[in-house]
T-cell receptor, first 111, second 116 residues
Framework: KQEVTQIPAALSVPEGENLVLNCSFTDSAIYNLQWFRQDPGKGLTSLLLIQSSQREQTSGRLNASLDKSSGRSTLYIAASQPGDSATYLC??????????FGQGTRLTINP | GAGVSQSPSNKVTEKGKDVELRCDPISGHTALYWYRQSLGQGLEFLIY????????KSGLPSDRFSAERTGGSVSTLTIQRTQQEDSAVYLC??????????????FGEGSWLTVV
């Protein structure tokens, strides 16, 4: 059974810092890996999708990497801003876009 | 519509009552998903529709849970004889086609269910 783990569970950093969120998964037979953002009381917003054949994806200040063989992904956020405060969720696609989610990292950026 | 729409946004119901949750996906999206987010449990897959058929119902937690999708669009998740452990946020999502792995998945804001 696929298990997805995110470390750390919570992170608080001052504004302007670069930071890395980690995601690991136990079964490397995935179609893709996605990073989502969830604001309190809201749904999920897709940030980046990395296909299983890709190594990384970039969108603005966000960069996600994927090492499928070792079962790891990282989300790098550059020059963090208070508006980046949210819970970040990692999910792996086991096929037909059936996603298995990690528990999330709750990120707080302090002004 | 512009996004995935869910209703009701909040529902408080008495234990033992039935509830229906509705999802209106993005127009043109053939794939529709239901997930449940419980405190301390994270996000769990419930069911996947491709068009009107449900090739994967493996996540439905019990036979009290059922879902249907008609006309390839709106879906309804029904929970019969609700229990307190059913209290959670029920999230609906849609994508262009679930048979292709590269499509972005769009989530609604969820239906917050509280069983008292």
């Amino acid at each position: 059974k696929q298990e997805v783990t995110q470390i750390p569970a919570a992170l608080s950093v001052p504004e302007g810092e670069n930071l890395v969120l980690n995601c690991s998964f136990t079964d490397s037979a995935i179609y893709n890996l996605q990073w989502f953002r969830q604001d309190p009381g809201k749904g999920l917003t897709s940030l980046l999708l990395i296909q299983s054949s890709q190594r990384e994806q970039t969108s603005g200040r966000l960069n996600a990497s994927l090492d499928k063989s070792s079962g790891r992904s990282t989300l790098y956020i550059a020059a963090s801003q208070p508006g980046d405060s949210a819970t970040y969720l990692c999910a792996v696609d086991q096929g037909a876009q059936k996603l298995v989610f990690g528990q999330g990292t709750r990120l707080t950026i302090n002004p | 519509g512009a996004g995935v729409s869910q209703s009701p946004s909040n529902k408080v119901t008495e234990k033992g009552k039935d509830v229906e949750l509705r999802c209106d996906p993005i127009s043109g999206h053939t794939a529709l998903y239901w997930y449940r987010q419980s405190l301390g449990q994270g996000l769990e897959f419930l069911i996947y529709f491709q068009g009107n058929s449900a090739p994967d119902k493996s996540g439905l937690p019990s036979d009290r849970f059922s879902a249907e999708r008609t006309g390839g669009s709106v879906s309804t998740l029904t929970i019969q004889r609700t229990q307190q452990e059913d209290s959670a946020v029920y999230l609906c999502a849609s994508s262009l086609d679930g048979r292709s792995s590269g499509n972005t998945i769009y989530f609604g804001e969820g239906s917050w269910l509280t069983v008292v």
